[in-house]
């Protein structure tokens, strides 16, 4: 920490003695030790504290990532679901329509049809179609039969 030789701790001795005394040196280091460790300990306690901090940051930063990453997945496999399940049910319906149009042909599509008009039968005698009586009354009258 400090740069200090072996001949300044000789000077700063000689110092102490000769301003401090002899008797007294020993109980003066000995304070001035205590006070250097305890303000050794104050730092090392700070940086300690410091650390801890930082490592409980770094805690949590990891377990929000974790968290995040687990969410992430979960979403995903929920939207790989979805997605899966809307295929097979596209191939269901796929299966489903071959499945009602096989052998299907046109002709079954005219019996099928709904028109609300029933189809002539063959062997029915058809009718004539209805006049129009109002035709009838606004056309000029028909020629007299020639006389003999």
């Known amino acids: 920490m400090f740069d ?6 000789v000077v700063i001795g000689v110092i102490g003695i000769v301003v401090i005394g002899p008797e007294r040196l020993p109980e003066v280091v000995r304070s001035a030790l205590i006070f250097i460790r305890k303000i050794r300990r104050g730092f090392s306690d700070v940086r300690a ?24 997945k979960k979403l995903n496999d929920g939207v790989m ?34 028109t609300g008009i029933e189809p002539p039968t063959a062997g029915a005698a058809q009718t004539p179609p209805a006049v129009d009586t109002a035709d009838v009354q606004n056309s000029p009258p028909a020629e007299p039969p020639p006389k003999p």
């Open 81 to 114: 679901n979805l997605d899966k399940e809307a295929r097979d049910l596209g191939t269901s319906i796929k299966e489903d329509l071959e499945h009602a149009y096989d052998g299907y042909t046109p002709e079954d599509a005219s019996a099928e049809a709904d």
């Open 49 to 72: 504290d410091i650390e801890r901090e930082l490592d409980l940051d770094d805690m949590r930063k990891i377990l929000h990532e974790a968290d995040m990453r687990e969410h992430i």
């Open 4 to 9: 200090i030789g072996f001949w300044e701790l």
